[in-house]
Structures are given as C-alpha cells and as structure tokens.
C-alpha cells in the first residue's frame, strides 16, 4: 500500500534550513518521491537503498537514502500509517551492507595488529631486554636483587614467622661448596650467593644480582645431593646469562598491554592474567634450555654425573601428578621427558662421576633448617 | 504534531525567537538497550563494546532535541573498532619500549638510592621511578581527548549539517601539558586558567556546519565557580587544626568529613558554574548566542537520588541471587547436574555453584552499569540539555554543510587509554 502527500520535515544536508515537505510512496515504481510545499519534486529515493536510523529515541522515523553509507539528506516523519507503509513497502530499511572490501579492510586491519603486537612482545621486547640487561652495572643489580629478595620476604613471610632464612653453618657451608665447586672455569659478573628458606614450596630461583634461594621443601624432595647439585648448576645457568634482570625488563615491556587489548570489559581482567602466563611461558622456555646447557656444562667440569638433573626432572614430572598446588618450580620450569632426554644424553658411560659434597655434608644441607 | 512544527519554523523565520533544548527519553527504552547492549559486550569478551557504545550514543543523541529537531549521531560500530586496532598497534610500540628504557633507567638509578629509604630525598626519587610512567603516558591522554573530541564532532548532525573540529591535537596536547602543570604547582590555584586556556582551544576550532565557533570571555571569570571548593577547603584545614591543635579529635572529624562532602558538591559546583560561563559566552558564527541554567542543586540531587536507587536495587539483586546461589547449593547441584555417584556429584555441584556465582556476578555488573546510565549519566546529560538555550536561532538557517572527517582511527585511543566519559 503506498500513500500520497504525507506531511514530513526534511533536511537537505546541504543547509541548515527545516523544510516541510510532502512524501509520496510510490510502490509500484518503488520509489519514495519528496515534494516542496508548491509540489515541485525536491528528491527521489528508490525503496531499495531506503534505510531507517535505528536506536532511535524519537517517535516517528528518520529515513535517508543510501545501501552502503546514508546519504547527506534526511526525511523525518511523524504519521504513524505512513511509517507502517513505508515499513511494509521497503524489506532493507534495517539492512546494513558490508562490502566485500570492509571485509578486507576488518581482516587487514585485524591481522596487522594481532601480528604487530605479537612482534612487539615476543620479539622486539626480548631482544631490547637482553641488549639493554648488559649496561646495567652489576653492583647496580646486585642492589636490584636485595629490593627484590626483601619484597619476596615480605609477601611469603607470616609476620610472626621468625627468621625464615635457614642459618645452620655447617649446612651453610656445604651448600657453598657445592656451589663454588660448580661454579669452576666460569666469570660470574658478581659474587654468588646461595641461600635456603624454611618453606614448604617446592622452588628455586635467581634474582638479579646473583642471589640464588633454594626452598626447603626441595632440598625435602631432593633425594640425592648430586639433585640439589643439577638444580643450583642451573639456576647458576640464569645467573651466567643475567637472566633474571632480563626477565624484569620483559615482564615491564608487555606489562599492562594485554588488559589495553581487552579493554575493561568485565572478566578482562582474569583473561589477560592467563594471556601474561601463557606469554611468559612461551618466552621463558628456550631460556630454561639454555640454562640446563650450562648446568650439564658445569655438572661435566664439576665431575657431576648429568644423570642427576634427569632423575630431577623425573622427580617432577611424579610430583605433577600428585599435588595440584604449590607447584613452585615446576610452574616456572616445566619438566618433561625431553628435557629429562637431554640431560641424559650427556652422560659419559665410560667416566666416573663423584659427588660435590660428602655423606656427611648432605646431610648438613638437609637439616640447614633444623634449628 | 507537523503542523506546530511547522508553524514554529515559520516563526522562527519572521522573529529571532529563542531555541530552547530537550532532552527526551523514555527510561524504560534507554535500560534495556543499555542492559541489552552491556550483556552483549560481556558474552563477546569485550568485542561488542565498540557496537554497544555507539547504539548507546545513537539513542542518546536522537533524544537531544533543539527547536523541535533531534541531534543524530552517525558514528559506526566498525570504525570504532578498526580504530582500535589502530590505536592499539601504535600504544603497544610506545608503552612497551617506554616501559622497558624506563625500567632499564629505574635499574640503573638504584644505585642512586639506599637501599631503604631513608631520607625525603630517596622517597621523592622512587616515587619519581614510579610515576614517570604514569606521566609518559599522559600526553597520549590529552591527545586521545582532543581526538574523541574530533570524532565525536564529526559524527554529530543537527538539521542535517555536520559538526566538526579542526586537526589540531598536538598544539592541545602541549597546552594541556602545560596548564596541567601550572595547576599542580599553584596546587589549583590555577585551574580556572586551565579549564579556560583548554575550552577556548576547542571551542575556536570547532564548527557548525561552515560556521566557526568562538569563546569569549576571561579566564578569571571562573574564579566565583570555585568558590565552594575554596570554602570546603578552609573548613577541611579548620578541621585538621581543630583535631592537631585544639585536642578535640571527635570534633576534627566531623568537620573534616563535612569538609570532604563539602569539596564534591564544590566540585559539582564548580563544573556547573563554570560550563554556564562558558557557554554564556560562547559565539557561533559571529551572531549566535547561547544560555544555559544549568543547577548545580538538581545534578547533586540527580546523582543523591541515583545512588539511593541504584543501591537499593543491588541490595535487593544481592539478595535475590544469594538466595538462588543458596537454593544451588542446598540442592547439590542435582538440579543442573542430573545426578551422579560419588565424586561426580561434589565435581557437578561444584561448576554448578562456580557457573551461577559467575553469571550472577557478571549480571550484577552488567546491570548496574545500565542503571548507572539510566539514573545518572543519561538525567544529568539531560539537565543540561533542557536548560541549554540558543538565544537568536535565525542566523542559523544561512549555515551550510562542511567537509566529513574520514579519522581512520575514530577514537580509538579514548577505547585503548579507557578514558571519554559517560557516552
């Protein structure tokens, strides 16, 4: 049904100026004519390039003319049959059109930003970070290292937990001992210093600075001294390399960006918290393979037999299956099978491998936190 | 309904009547678009945010009516987002090698610092470390303003012509960096400066269609709209003194949490009075006036009120879903899960307990977002708008269309910085 003269305002999106206009539906020829008040045709809409603005708040209707982008002029109208005509008559008024070029532009535009930001974070960033972690003086780190390992203390630390650092000078001793002995024919920019804390948690780490902290609960698991041995070679492994600063400097670089990608949205937060572990994850596995070269290197000088960080690592991967949480050392350093292969491959049937520390002193390394 | 508006456009051609704005939305219409479209954006991760804002400003925009004819809003869904994408590419880059240079300078500066803070200058120094990432970031927040600004602009049409704003965020940027700085220094005493240097910036560059904006007037002008800031600030230092001095801390207290209530509505105050002073003395065109009777009494109220009723409705939401939660509860969760044996009922009740919990924390939010909309943000917007008034509308009718705006990154920095207010 079309109808003839229905009063409108219309605007010609060349000037500011109101007109009342006449409209005219046409659906026969399909097409909505717009008058001037003399009668005289001001413009011609063919039905099917009709659209209607949407998440209006007026009561009547806001027409233009145009299938991909709204035209300049604007038909507004108040008569509530003529709006059910029009709406009867035009099938498209609601249709938004996307070209096969927006298409191309939203698949363009999508790629080059997920690639660029991925380049961003695990290229450029990394290797900023490593170049810049070498100017960064080593007493200067060492410095960053004991802020860090007071931080640490504060966040693990009851308040009324005493000492948490495990004293015990004989183990002390023993334990520098083994770490001297497997520091042999290699410059260190700074002096090592090893420590144990009273925690249940499976974990060691390497601070900046050549701080290397060692929790009790895997001294507890460790069932050889030659364990504890692979597991300090290693962490000496991300000391040598000036890993930790290098991670600092990572971790500032991609720090915030995944929440900017998601925005505030609600649940943004949790989203982009398991992205930060998935990237830091991704980045930090060829540093662990590097770090586990050096270790089977100075487990070799040391006269270490490399069977040890294997069996280690085989230790984890039961401990995986028994304890959902505390995973500690095993979060930061996934274990596996390869990594087990690898250490295995470097040991030498034909040599005799001794141990770092004697019976005696293994068993000073294991009470280091007996009172 | 055409014939008055016909007649008012004749009127208006033979005697300079005013124009007078209003704002006209249905309550009911304007929640569930905003619940609809907040559900959206939660059940998209976030992607549908882009849509849902400018379905939002559509509405919003549609129900600014001046002399009759409503503002239009012409901004899309997939602009915004392409925008972002944009946006998001360039802040990756400048955050992540800011970041880690100014990281890599927060290293090296340790040294200049004992270990613990010791005196006042070590502090100043690690706050320094620590805030000048906040402060790098600054510049790309008054450059994403002045840019949401221009887009923003350039999608508004009232009468069929376009608004806009000319190319110019660099020179705000500095600008605002500046007056940002002398406000801190003068410890506000220069805000009014800095509130005027900025609105001036804009507003001369700002257009109707072919026709220019203008912002007269002085920037000392704004000092009366600080008065109650200034007022709320001596009763917060007689507070202190009251409590330090005069040994009656009960007292002290009283008067320091009067004097912080003091300072909002100072605050509201100042930006009422101050928005009336500015557009008191706007000029379009060089002929066109505008008024507006803005009252800072009726925005205090709206958000008193809003807040009342929003609160109420989320006690009364809470309720609600700790009732279902406990109702999920009680049932171990036999009612989602089917049943089961052994383990499999406690692993059942338990995603079932985490899945309503979720949904029902995720609705709460959603919908308190929407009432946010629907109870402040969209009547305070309103408020202006009925007070606004357009003094002698007739040189108007000789304005013509300007140019559109492409801005392939819409405000895409606003969406990335999360920064742009209620619309």
């Given at each position: 049904?079309?109808?003839?003269?229905?009063?409108?305002?219309?605007?010609?999106?060349?000037?500011?100026?109101?007109?009342?206009?006449?409209?005219?539906?046409?659906?026969?020829?399909?097409?909505?004519?717009?008058?001037?008040?003399?009668?005289?045709?001001?413009?011609?809409?063919?039905?099917?390039?009709?659209?209607?603005?949407?998440?209006?708040?007026?009561?009547?209707?806001?027409?233009?003319?145009?299938?991909?982008?709204?035209?300049?002029?604007?038909?507004?109208?108040?008569?509530?049959?003529?709006?059910?005509?029009?709406?009867?008559?035009?099938?498209?008024?609601?249709?938004?059109?996307?070209?096969?070029?927006?298409?191309?532009?939203?698949?363009?535009?999508?790629?080059?930003?997920?690639?660029?930001?991925?380049?961003?974070?695990?290229?450029?960033?990394?290797?900023?970070?490593?170049?810049?972690?070498?100017?960064?003086?080593?007493?200067?780190?060492?410095?960053?290292?004991?802020?860090?390992?007071?931080?640490?203390?504060?966040?693990?630390?009851?308040?009324?937990?005493?000492?948490?650092?495990?004293?015990?000078?004989?183990?002390?001793?023993?334990?520098?001992?083994?770490?001297?002995?497997?520091?042999?024919?290699?410059?260190?920019?700074?002096?090592?210093?090893?420590?144990?804390?009273?925690?249940?948690?499976?974990?060691?780490?390497?601070?900046?600075?050549?701080?290397?902290?060692?929790?009790?609960?895997?001294?507890?698991?460790?069932?050889?001294?030659?364990?504890?041995?692979?597991?300090?070679?290693?962490?000496?492994?991300?000391?040598?390399?000036?890993?930790?600063?290098?991670?600092a400097l990572r971790a500032a670089g991609r720090a915030g960006l995944l929440s900017l990608v998601l925005g505030d949205a609600t649940g943004g937060a949790a989203l982009a918290l398991a992205g930060e572990a998935l990237i830091s994850a991704k980045n930090s596995r060829d540093v662990e393979a590097r770090a586990d070269d050096f270790a089977l290197a100075?487990?070799?000088?040391?006269?270490?037999?490399?069977?040890?960080?294997?069996?280690?690592?085989?230790?984890?991967?039961?401990?995986?299956?028994?304890?959902?949480?505390?995973?500690?050392?095993?979060?930061?350093?996934?274990?596996?099978?390869a990594r087990a292969a690898h250490a295995r491959a470097a040991v030498q049937l034909e040599r005799d491998y001794k141990k770092t520390v004697s019976p005696e002193q293994w068993q000073a390394i294991q009470q280091i936190c007996a009172e | 309904m055409t014939d008055t508006l016909a007649s008012q456009g004749e009127g208006a051609a033979l005697a300079p009547a005013p124009l007078d704005g209003a704002f006209l939305t249905e309550k009911s219409k304007l929640f569930w678009l905003a619940f609809w479209t907040g559900f959206l954006t939660v059940l998209t991760l976030g992607i549908y945010r882009f849509w849902a804002r400018t379905r939002l400003r559509r509405y919003i925009w549609s129900a600014i009516d001046a002399g009759g004819d409503s503002f239009e809003y012409t901004g899309t869904g997939l602009e915004k987002f392409l925008g972002f994408l944009i946006a998001l590419v360039v802040l990756a880059v400048y955050l992540g090698l800011l970041q880690v240079g100014l990281s890599f300078i927060g290293f090296n500066l340790w040294g200049a610092v004992t270990l613990e803070p010791s005196g006042?200058?070590?502090?100043?120094?690690?706050?320094?470390?620590?805030?000048?990432?906040?402060?790098?970031?600054?510049?790309?927040?008054?450059?994403?303003?002045?840019?949401?600004?221009?887009?923003?602009?350039?999608?508004?049409?009232?009468?069929?012509?376009?608004?806009?704003?000319?190319?110019?965020?660099?020179?705000?940027?500095?600008?605002?960096?500046?007056?940002?700085?002398?406000?801190?220094?003068?410890?506000?005493?220069?805000?009014?400066?800095?509130?005027?240097?900025?609105?001036?910036?804009?507003?001369?560059?700002?257009?109707?269609?072919?026709?220019?904006?203008?912002?007269?007037?002085?920037?000392?002008?704004?000092?009366?709209?600080?008065?109650?800031?200034?007022?709320?600030?001596?009763?917060?230092?007689?507070?202190?003194?009251?409590?330090?001095?005069?040994?009656?801390?009960?007292?002290?207290?009283?008067?320091?949490?009067?004097?912080?209530?003091?300072?909002l509505c100072g605050l509201v105050y100042y930006q009422v009075e101050s928005f009336k002073y500015l557009t008191a003395h706007k000029l379009l065109d060089g002929t066109v006036r505008f008024t507006s009777n803005a009252s800072s009494h009726q925005v205090i109220g709206i958000c008193v009120l809003g807040i009342i009723l929003i609160a109420i409705s989320s006690i009364v939401l809470s309720v609600v879903l700790w009732l279902v939660f406990g109702i999920v509860l009680a049932s171990g969760g036999s009612v989602l899960n089917g049943g089961g044996a052994g383990i499999g009922i406690f692993a059942g009740a338990g995603v079932a307990v985490a899945l309503v919990a979720g949904l029902g924390y995720l609705a709460s939010l959603v919908l308190i977002g929407a009432l946010v909309t629907v109870f402040i943000s969209a009547p305070i917007l309103g408020h202006y708008v009925d007070t606004l008034r357009v003094e002698n509308a007739q040189p108007l009718e000789q304005i013509h269309q300007r140019a559109g705006d492409r801005m392939a990154d819409a405000d895409g920095f606003a969406d990335a910085l999360d920064i742009g207010g209620a619309f």
């Open positions: 049904m079309g109808f003839t003269w229905v009063d409108a305002r219309y605007f010609d999106g060349r000037s500011a100026q109101r007109r009342q206009v006449f409209v005219s539906l046409d659906v026969e020829s399909q097409r909505l004519t717009i008058h001037d008040h003399l009668g005289a045709d001001l413009d011609i809409w063919p039905l099917e390039t009709l659209r209607q603005m949407r998440d209006d708040a007026g009561a009547g209707m806001v027409l233009c003319s145009g299938a991909v982008d709204p035209g300049e002029a604007r038909v507004i109208l108040a008569n509530a049959r003529a709006i059910a005509a029009i709406k009867a008559a035009c099938p498209n008024l609601t249709k938004a059109t996307v070209t096969p070029r927006t298409w191309g532009k939203i698949v363009a535009w999508v790629g080059a930003s997920t690639a660029a930001v991925a380049l961003m974070v695990f290229v450029i960033v990394p290797a900023l970070a490593g170049q810049l972690a070498v100017f960064i003086p080593p007493e200067r780190e060492t410095r960053v290292g004991s802020a860090v390992l007071r931080h640490i203390e504060r966040l693990l630390l009851d308040k009324d937990a005493g000492d948490w650092r495990c004293t015990n000078p004989k183990g002390q001793m023993a334990l520098e001992q083994m770490a001297q002995a497997l520091q042999q024919g290699q410059e260190f920019p700074y002096a090592i210093q090893v420590g144990v804390v009273d925690h249940a948690m499976i974990n060691a780490f390497a601070l900046p600075g050549g701080h290397i902290i060692v929790m009790r609960g895997l001294i507890d698991m460790a069932e050889t001294s030659d364990q504890l041995a692979a597991v300090l070679a290693h962490e000496l492994g991300h000391v040598a390399q000036r890993d930790p600063i290098e991670q100075q487990m070799r000088k040391a006269g270490v037999s490399p069977e040890a960080l294997a069996e280690f690592f085989e230790l984890l991967l039961e401990e995986m299956g028994n304890s959902a949480l505390d995973l500690g050392w095993i979060s930061s350093h996934p274990p596996s099978a | 006042s200058r070590d502090v100043l120094i690690q706050l320094g470390v620590t805030y000048v990432t906040g402060l790098a970031v600054l510049p790309l927040i008054f450059y994403a303003q002045y840019r949401s600004r221009r887009y923003m602009l350039s999608r508004t049409r009232w009468r069929g012509l376009r608004f806009g704003l000319d190319a110019a965020a660099l020179g705000y940027v500095w600008r605002a960096l500046l007056y940002f700085a002398l406000s801190l220094v003068t410890f506000g005493l220069l805000i009014p400066l800095a509130t005027f240097r900025l609105e001036k910036y804009m507003t001369d560059r700002m257009w109707y269609g072919d026709a220019n904006f203008e912002q007269e007037g002085q920037w000392w002008g704004l000092y009366p709209a600080m008065k109650h800031l200034l007022i709320a600030l001596a009763v917060l230092v007689l507070g202190g003194a009251v409590g330090i001095f005069g040994s009656a801390r009960g007292l002290g207290t009283v008067i320091i949490i009067a004097g912080s209530i003091w300072f």
